[in-house]
């Protein structure tokens, strides 16, 4: 039964600008392109695109799709511009809920304040009985009220964890806690039950479908109890749906764990790289630096684990042979995992992961391109916080921040994500990021515009950088013979309409080995 998809303009990526007039598809799989005349005997039905425009199916490199599903359930305040209005919309939901209950409000970003400051410990006492749980934007800071501290044994007595801060002040608890500290919290509140997972990854699965992606790399195994139980809603909502192709990232503290439960793979449920944290975040200033924060010049930020515990964890998974994929932002902590990546390679034809690499300077991006590493960039990240992040790290620094151009110039592998819950799961979003380099509705040169990408480049890190990263661009990536069947459809052409009008492209339909998931309305 095989189906031939025509009628559009059908992009393969292989090249910049070439098309197909036809894509023949059987079980999932592409098995011609070419003419009409040349494959419709071979058709058993038609697919009319009526104009459209197809591509490779867009897969989002980097996310965390449970915790996207949360911001979904929650109450998101990614949009609130003060201080006054986060604890208005925190206090209404605080009066309608048990005092048992929690209260979690996720995307808070208080340089999009007047006055950039978070509430104090009363403030947020003051908003009601239950416990209460507020997300920055980042996810590397929270703020909790008494109650929820209290529920985590923290008292003004209670040291900061290794890898974490609880953020005191005259030695007085202030409601902030950072990196491994909030995960004393967040990893044990009481409502994380396998509905609840199962719940949140649903409705995250149906945003990102309506978003155009056919998958994504996501790392949630350690956040929601024990690792069976993400995985458990991975099978029943992903796997056995076959609507959606999910590659896990493994973090190092249930690595061993996951292992030994000898999982089986699937096209739609893939176990991947070992995550580690290696520092923490601009916003929090706990992104590891070579020199201190402009704004704190006491402050370096931090390196979550030593270089002696780096090691201890790359060399476990070359035992299960497994490569290694690492969260650095600030350029010391980049510099310090590059340095044990070439202590410790991974084996021949394998590659580790760079995510984030937001700080990087002439040495690191040549150290980069001697080693067998790929590269996960958040091109919407250089329009979130660039002129708090220009006053935490200063002109001169700031022009290695959040690089495209100059990792691609370096012959590197390159992949595109969101980090969501971090920033929209939109690949539109992103490329508008990677070929503009200023937010929505801006009209400026760019930030940093030397960084800037042209839209074929934008286009492949969602697609056969995304396949490359996992070394799967031998069968995802492009449209081409043998590959799958995986395509985004959208309304308009991204390589010629205005610019500006990028983000605003519907999606007609979003497929999945051959089968639409997504229809666009």
């Keep these: ?33 070419g003419s009409v005349d040349s494959l419709s005997p071979q058709a058993t039905s038609i697919q009319h695109l009526h104009g459209r425009v197809m591509y490779p ?39 309608k809920v048990p005092a048992n209950d929690w209260v979690i409000a996720i995307g808070l970003n208080e340089t999009q304040f007047d006055v950039p400051i ?23 800071l929270i703020l909790a009220n008494s109650k929820a501290l209290a529920f985590a044994g923290i008292t003004n007595e209670t040291p ?25 919290i967040v990893n044990h509140m009481p409502h994380i039950t396998p509905a609840y997972i199962e719940d949140a990854l649903e409705k995250a699965i149906v945003s990102l479908q309506s978003y155009g992606l056919v998958g994504g790399h996501s790392e949630d195994l350690s956040y929601y109890g024990p690792p069976i139980q ?62 201190p924060y402009c704004d704190e010049p006491d402050n370096n930020g931090m390196l979550v684990h030593s270089k002696e515990q780096l090691v201890e964890y790359v060399q476990l998974a070359r035992t299960h042979g497994q490569t290694v994929a690492v969260h650095a932002i600030g350029d010391l902590a980049i510099e310090t995992i590059l340095e044990v990546f070439f202590a410790h390679p991974p084996r021949e034809g394998q590659i580790d992961r760079v995510i984030h690499c937001s700080l990087v300077n002439q040495s690191i991006l040549k150290k980069l391109a001697t080693l067998p590493v790929a590269v ?6 250089v329009q979130g916080e ?24 370096c012959g590197l592998v390159v992949a595109g994500g969101s980090d969501a819950p971090i920033e929209v799961p939109n690949p539109l979003y ?24 042209s839209r074929f480049e934008a286009v492949k890190l969602y697609t056969v950088g995304a396949a490359q990263i996992i070394g799967q661009d031998h069968i995802r990536g492009k449209i081409e013979d043998g590959y799958t069947a995986d395509f985004t459809i959208l309304e308009e052409d991204l390589f010629t309409i205005d610019i500006e009008n990028i983000p605003h492209v519907k999606v007609a339909y979003t497929v999945v080995d051959g089968r639409i998931v997504y229809e666009g309305q």
């Design 160 to 184: 900061s964890p290794e890898g974490g801060v609880i953020d005191k002040v005259d030695g007085q608890l202030t409601g902030v806690l950072k990196d491994a500290a909030l995960y004393m």
């Design 118 to 140: 978070y509430p104090t410990l009363a403030e947020l006492d003051a908003q009601g009985e239950a416990h209460l749980i507020i997300k920055r934007s980042c996810h590397h």
């Design 376 to 381: 996960d960039m958040q091109p919407q990240f």
């Design 57 to 95: 199916g867009f897969v989002d490199s980097h996310l965390h799709i449970i915790g996207y599903g949360e911001k979904l359930k929650h109450i998101d305040v990614s949009n609130v511009k003060s201080k006054d209005e986060l604890l208005a919309i925190v206090r209404e939901r605080m009066t």
């Design 430 to 453: 992103g490329l508008y990021a990677a070929v503009t380099r200023r937010n929505f509705g801006e009209t400026h040169d760019g930030y940093n515009p030397q960084e800037k990408i």
């Design 386 to 409: 660039y002129a708090a992040e220009l006053a935490r790290l200063g002109e001169k620094r700031v022009r290695g921040l959040h690089p495209l151009k100059s990792l691609l110039d």
């Design 230 to 291: 993400p995985i458990t809603a991975f099978r029943k909502i992903v796997e056995a749906q076959k609507s959606f192709k999910v590659h896990l990232l493994q973090h190092h503290t249930v690595f061993e764990e996951v292992a030994n439960m000898n999982e089986t793979t699937s096209p739609y449920l893939e176990f991947g790289a070992m995550k580690i944290f290696i520092d923490g975040a601009f916003g929090g200033r706990t992104a590891a630096l070579c020199e």
């Design 1 to 33: 039964m095989a189906t031939l998809w025509t009628g559009g303009k059908i992009y393969t990526m292989a090249h910049v600008g070439e098309t197909v007039e036809a894509v023949l598809v059987n079980e999932g799989k592409i098995v011609a392109t």
